[in-house]
């Protein structure tokens, strides 16, 4: 069975210009989720969807990021316009959800954002 | 708030036995979980714990949490080079079962042979 799967898996940029990643996850995970994690942090949730509805994204810095998940299947997170800070590595991740599991989450490879 | 620490950095001898501690602050998690990370690659989930639980064995992994003293460590026992990566604490925080996994920053594990 194939994982989650994101592309690209390097990307490298001008402050200022647009990107977007792509997430497609396990074949009937109905929550996907995107991280950001920081050069030696951990990762950070960033948007949590449950199928195409956006049930957590308290997280996302909406003056530039968004993210989509039209038909609940695969994701697409998006930063206009990009800054230095914005340098880090994106995980989409996804799950089977449902209540009183333990509900884990398997984590694509990342995308690595440079932002010069 | 929610909030996971641990310590940046730990070096063991193969075969000796590593432990890699973490401390949370919620209290309401329900499940505290270790993921390894290798270089370039996406998280792995390692094993988990149910709060209710003190100690948890799979294999040469043990899980010990100390709920009172909010304290979780992971412990691998006759540590294998292939075991170098960093290792992510994370707790289900207040959000309980929604999916929400607080992380601390990760421990990066050596292994000298």
């Not at chain 1, 996302?60 to 997170?77: C, I, M, N, Q």
């Not at chain 2, 641990?6 to 001898?13: E, I, K, N, P, Y």
């Not at chain 2, 412990?75 to 079962?97: H, L, M, P, V």
Request: glycine share 10%; net charge negative; charged share 20%.
């Amino acid at each position: 069975e194939a994982g989650v799967v994101q592309s690209p898996r390097y990307k490298i940029i001008e402050k200022k210009q647009p990107v977007a990643f792509w997430c497609n996850p396990i074949s009937g995970h109905n929550t996907l989720y995107w991280y950001l994690q920081n050069l030696g942090q951990g990762p950070e949730l960033l948007i949590r969807y449950e199928n195409e509805e956006a049930v957590d994204d308290s997280q996302l810095p909406k003056d530039r990021f968004s993210a989509e998940r039209l038909k609940g299947v695969d994701s697409t997170l998006k930063i206009q316009p990009a800054e230095l800070g914005d340098s880090a590595v994106y995980l989409c991740a996804s799950s089977g959800g449902g209540q009183g599991a333990y509900n884990e989450q398997f984590f694509g490879p990342g995308t690595r954002l440079t932002v010069l | 708030g929610e909030d996971v620490e641990q310590s940046l950095f730990l070096s063991v001898r193969e075969g000796d036995s590593s432990v890699i501690n973490c401390t949370y602050t919620d209290s309401s998690s329900t499940y505290l979980y270790w993921y390894k990370q290798e270089p370039g690659a996406g998280l792995q989930l390692l094993t988990y714990i149910f709060s209710n639980m003190d100690m948890k064995q799979d294999q040469r992994l043990t899980v010990l949490l100390n709920k009172k003293d909010k304290h979780l460590s992971l412990r691998i026992a006759d540590t294998q080079t292939g075991d170098s990566a960093i290792y992510f604490c994370a707790e289900s925080g207040r959000s309980g079962n929604t999916g929400k996994l607080i992380f601390g920053q990760g421990t990066t594990l050596q292994v000298k042979p």
